[in-house]
């Protein structure tokens, strides 16, 4: 398993096993998160050797990156940790839209570094494509911050293949993070191609199905949050994927590991997939899901698993 991955074009050197932050801070997300257990979340994640944190103007909103601008301010820590953060999300009049024109991108760069208690950001990606901004001009704005050293890579996130490819046509895009997962494979039609030939990192969100893939959860499992009305978390759905999971389950037994680390490390086999964010609700989850690094699946592995899934 390689220890080390660049992301896209950039100088930035990552563990490929890094954090996911929508659970820090994140109230607007999951009820009843704990802020104090959000941050221990990321130290403890940071001193066990991840150094890639994935947040989002949204996440909270704020919240997320004030706990993490606070952690790495109480650890010393800045240096060490890649981080990335997201904006797009604009509050007018209580309601959300999104914004990718040139003025709020910076205006937004701006207040996530104060938000983050830094001066720059490593990986700044545009969250979601909005409706009228020309997409190379959006990350045209990310390149003029970047030549600043307020940021030192441009990212975006849920972009069609039409977007990416405007976004990239100064060829400035280093990373694309979009829903990727067992379940949820489009992304191999058109988005894992493009981004394996113009050398542009995908980061794959929901890694873990948002649970369902770390294999603990039974049909008796219920959710509170957004998941109570996901289908597939519901009904025939739900009972079809945990079938799915039980499969997995066959092999990671044989293999002596757990699913949760056979699925994430099925991901690091794919071409231009180099990082994983997966989320993390306990200090525990964190520690737990670097076991992956220790996984190393066999091509008869990596057929079956995709064969499950197909
Ligand atoms: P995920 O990584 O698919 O699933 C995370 C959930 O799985 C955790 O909250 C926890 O849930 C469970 N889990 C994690 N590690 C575990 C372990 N070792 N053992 C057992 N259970 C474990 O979903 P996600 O956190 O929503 O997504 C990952 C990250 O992607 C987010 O944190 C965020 O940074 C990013 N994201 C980005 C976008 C975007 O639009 N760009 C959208 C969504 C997410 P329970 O404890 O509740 O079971």
Redesign the pocket.
């Known amino acids: 398993m390689v220890n080390q991955s660049k992301l896209g074009n950039s100088n930035l050197v990552v563990n490929p096993i890094g954090l ?4 820090v801070g994140g109230h607007n997300i999951y009820p009843n998160l704990s802020e104090e257990t959000g941050k221990e979340v990321v130290r403890t994640a940071i001193q066990h050797g991840i150094n890639f944190l ?3 103007f949204i ?1 909270g909103p704020e919240r997320s990156e004030e706990l993490i601008g606070e952690v790495l301010k109480e650890e010393g820590r800045r240096e060490s940790v890649v981080l990335a953060t ?1 904006g797009a999300h604009k509050f007018v009049d209580g309601e959300v839209k999104f914004d990718n024109s040139p003025a709020f991108l910076k205006e937004s760069v701006e207040s996530s570094l104060r938000r983050l208690q830094t001066d720059y950001i490593d990986l700044f ?1 545009i ?2 494509p909005d409706k009228t901004t020309p997409k190379d001009e959006a990350v045209g704005a990310l390149k003029e911050l970047k030549d600043q050293g307020k940021i030192k890579s441009i990212g975006v ?2 972009f069609s293949l039409d977007q990416l490819k405007e976004a990239n046509k100064d060829g400035y895009v280093d990373v694309l ?1 979009s ?1 990727y ?1 067992l379940f949820k494979r489009d992304a191999e039609k058109d988005l894992l191609p493009y981004t394996t030939e113009h050398n542009i990192t995908f980061v794959p ?7 369902l ?2 294999g ?2 039974t049909k008796d499992t219920r959710f509170e949050d957004g998941r109570a009305k996901n289908p597939m978390f519901q009904g025939e759905e739900f009972l079809r994927n945990l079938e799915k999971v039980e499969q997995v389950r066959k092999i990671a037994e044989d293999k002596g590991v757990e699913v ?1 680390h056979l699925v994430l490390s099925w991901y690091l086999t794919r071409s231009s997939i180099s990082a994983l ?6 200090p525990e ?1 964190v520690q ?2 670097l076991k992956t690094l220790d996984v190393e699946l066999t091509p008869i592995e990596i057929v079956k698993i995709d064969e499950i899934f197909q």
């Open positions: 996911g932050t929508n659970a994935d947040t989002a996440y997201k990606y969250h979601f996130s849920n993070q829903e997962n969100y929901f890694p873990l199905a948002a649970g893939l770390a603990k959860y949760a964010i997966p989320g993390a609700k306990t989850q737990d899901n």
